[in-house]
């Protein structure tokens, strides 16, 4: 009978047990994390979506095909008393559950390089799509979840080739991850194509060409398989549910893709990729030195493929597969615009594109090991790798930090603009709390003296957050929640039924005299011109 340990030898076996390049994969990813998010978990900040969800909700889970979001949000409701929007609580959860990611592609790629090991978690944790991903806090946590699914998906499948229940569970997992938001197949997608990739190159036994094929077909079988079972446990939910579905950023018609779409949408992956270098693809690239650096490591990872093309001992045949893999990794890092291509694609959806980042690291670490010779060269690439990875993580904790103390300036300036109104409101001669207060406009503020915005915004361009929140359709519930001004607020009918009143129609826009009067005994704030 095996001895039970105490919880204190039980954790000190297990912090022995690890590999030191997992271990400090873990920590680096959770003292970056910490380092580029601090500012977000010690401070309530809010985007247009945040504003609806504060302080409880989760978003929209089922109505989006996201059923797994609505399951883990259900079971949190049941053990916790419901979902909220804890900045530190959430922000934690989602750095674990992260850097518990970055070590398991760590230990995937059986990664040797300390060093290597603890870029490739930092650069899980900092990379910008976590920075809008903490935009919507309220949701962070089940985001993080859906991500640790993906990568648990491929580890298990990459780890363990000849594990079948293995394989059935990576087919489950991906199915969750993509039920807890769409966009997260294509990590998995991208994991199995690098280690596709690094098989063929450096593969343990040198495997055949017919093994590396076989190998292929499981990930690709494994893929189908996620995907076939997440639609059909879609559909049985939406009617167990009484749910109907959204057809939001073109979920409802996910996969539908014509041939002449398919080559537009995989026209855009490329395009994407080489773009990297040179441009802002959706703010994740936002630096010139960033782009330098990024080219520096893709340039390293480009000489390290030519010199195994040339002088690596595998068959020819392996070498081509190698190549052919390669020619799709910007489909896979890029896939979202293949798995719908009517949707407006935002950094929260590209998470995936870290391996953009990761990739390199990992291949140098297999190179450095089983290329024989070019010990200036495998120095020399380590040294390059090291330097511009350490410049492009501090630049994406530089730029974290900037974003959220622009999305700080923009609550202040939020709050002061209503603050404002409501005290307006309540300065009306004959004005009573139960009178019923109607918004009116087409959503745009038309105020010539609300510019500032964020104060950073031309510094820190980013998805997932607006310059001002006073336009967003969620002003109601700033008002209410966060000034604590709750008003019966005119629904739909009233609202409506008021725009065609001539008198309203006359109203000047705010803040010019006369925008904010009483029509009828209620109290009318025109925000905007409309029709």
């Not at 594109?353 to 390199?360: E, L, R």
């Not at 300036?413 to 404002?420: K, N």
């Amino acid at each position: 009978m095996a001895e039970l340990k105490t919880p204190d030898h039980y954790i000190i076996d297990k912090y022995k047990s690890l590999p030191r390049a997992t271990l400090y994969a873990f920590i680096s990813a959770l003292v970056c994390g910490m380092a580029a998010h601090f500012y977000m978990f010690t401070n309530k900040l809010y985007n247009y979506d945040e504003l609806v969800n504060t302080p409880g909700g989760y978003g929209i889970g089922a109505e989006l095909g996201r059923w797994f979001l609505k399951i883990m949000a259900d079971c949190n409701s049941r053990w916790l008393g419901g979902s909220y929007s804890f900045p530190l609580w959430n922000g934690i959860v989602s750095i674990l559950l992260l850097a518990a990611s970055a070590a398991l592609v760590v230990r995937m790629f059986q990664i040797k390089s300390p060093t290597l090991a603890a870029l490739i978690g930092a650069f899980m944790t900092v990379f910008p799509a976590v920075v809008c991903m903490f935009y919507f806090m309220f949701t962070a946590a089940f985001y993080s979840v859906g991500i640790f699914l993906s990568v648990l998906a491929a580890y298990l499948v990459v780890r363990f080739p000849g594990k079948f229940l293995y394989h059935i569970a990576a087919v489950l997992l991906l199915a969750c991850s993509i039920g807890t938001y769409q966009a997260y197949f294509a990590n998995t997608a991208c994991l199995f194509l690098m280690a596709f990739i690094l098989s063929c190159a450096f593969g343990e036994g040198n495997p055949s060409f017919r093994e590396n094929f076989f190998a292929a077909l499981r990930y690709l079988a494994v893929l189908i398989g996620g995907l076939i079972l997440y639609f059909l446990l879609n559909r049985m939910l939406l009617v167990c549910w009484n749910v109907t579905m959204m057809d939001y950023q073109g979920i409802a018609s996910m996969g539908q893709l014509s041939p002449g779409k398919l080559l537009t949408s995989a026209g855009i992956c490329y395009q994407s990729f080489w773009a990297m270098f040179s441009e802002n693809v959706k703010y994740l690239t936002p630096t010139s030195l960033l782009r330098k650096c990024l080219t520096l490591i893709w340039l390293v990872l480009a000489s390290g493929i030519v010199i195994f093309l040339l002088r690596g001992k595998r068959s020819v045949p392996g070498k081509i597969l190698m190549v052919c893999a390669g020619v799709l990794f910007p489909a896979a890092l890029f896939l979202i615009y293949i798995m719908a291509p009517g949707a407006a694609v935002y950094a929260i959806m590209l998470y995936s594109v870290v391996f953009f980042f990761v990739f390199p690291l990992i291949f140098v670490d297999h190179f450095v090991i089983c290329m024989n010779g070019y010990e200036r060269v495998k120095k020399s690439m380590q040294w390059v790798i090291f330097f511009a990875s350490a410049a492009i993580i501090a630049i994406y904790v530089w730029y974290a930090n900037a974003s959220y103390m622009s999305q700080e300036y923009t609550k202040y300036h939020d709050l002061a603009y209503y603050e404002t109104i409501v005290t307006q409101i309540k300065s009306l001669d004959g004005y009573t709390d139960e009178m019923h207060v109607a918004l009116i406009g087409n959503g745009e503020v038309e105020d010539e003296t609300n510019y500032l915005g964020g104060l950073l915004e031309d510094i820190v361009l980013q998805d997932g957050r607006n310059a001002s929140n006073v336009s967003a359709y969620s002003k109601a519930h700033l008002i209410t929640k966060y000034l604590g001004f709750a008003p019966e607020f005119c629904g739909y009918e009233e609202t409506k039924a008021l725009m065609q009143k001539k008198e309203v129609k006359e109203m000047p826009c705010y803040p010019d005299d006369g925008s904010i009067c009483m029509i009828d005994g209620i109290v009318v704030v025109k925000m905007s011109e409309y029709e």
